[in-house]
């Protein structure tokens, strides 16, 4: 890395920024017109917790995201769930996505979770590689069932 | 219906009956010595909100369940993600799982949620008609990550 970049906890004006991201994530991912959110719900929910966040810095300016919910497995108990990993694609291939998984991880082991858990597409090889260096575990068996409303 | 069930929301004294249908599945899909969470973990978590549930009742015994976490949909907004839809071995075939999955669905709506999810396993083929007949999307593109401390 050339210059430094740090990872802290979200704070509530980093929303838009994050928002951002996740806008960013959605057309890499081929379905930008999924996004159905916007910022005055994320603000509503960070406000109530429902999901947390952490943030990667460069030369101030938020270059990733770490987006979690604290969660529960029937059989294992408390759970953090990672809802996106996002490192903007100008700033890939520095470690950054590497420093706020470690940092995901840390936050989970603080809440005394008994598990991290997350989803990943099946041809996203790069992503599968990574979090298998990760020394995480990959299910191919589960499919997801969703209704929208 | 022999006789009448009912859903209602599960209270504190009801965690027992839930964890024992939990233990139940976990040998259904072959993996009872996969559930290391325990009853006191359970009743913590429920006084903490982290998880809900409902329950089915049937002649004043507690006959299946549907626990559920609200969590963060990064697209979609408030998601209503259910963990685990049990009924008892005794009493399938009786339209229980339906009524639990339907007020699951309620419960989704009441909570403004845009979105419910869940995950069914792929061999699972009676779950999967169930979920296709209730207007459900089964997605089958996405892996599971996980790392467990």
Not at 42 to 47: G, I, K, P, R, S
Not at 66 to 83: D, F, H, N, P, V
Not at 87 to 114: P, T
């Amino acid at each position: 890395m050339s210059t430094k970049t740090t990872v802290r906890a979200a704070a509530s004006q980093d929303l838009a920024a994050i928002f951002n991201l996740v806008q960013q994530l959605a057309h890499f991912e081929k379905a930008p017109e999924q996004v159905t959110s916007n910022i005055e719900a994320y603000h509503t929910a960070f406000d109530q917790r429902i999901f947390n966040a952490l943030v990667a810095i460069k030369e101030s300016k938020i270059v990733g995201t770490a987006i979690y919910t604290l969660t529960w497995s029937t059989w294992k108990g408390r759970m953090l769930y990672l809802e996106d990993l996002i490192v903007e694609e100008s700033a890939r291939n520095q470690g950054i996505g590497q420093l706020l998984f470690d940092a995901f991880i840390k936050e989970a082991k603080e809440l005394k979770c008994a598990l991290a858990k997350w989803q990943v597409l099946d041809w996203n090889e790069g992503a599968i590689k990574f979090y298998e260096r990760n020394g995480a575990t990959i299910e191919k068996e589960w499919w997801n069932g969703k209704i929208t409303f």
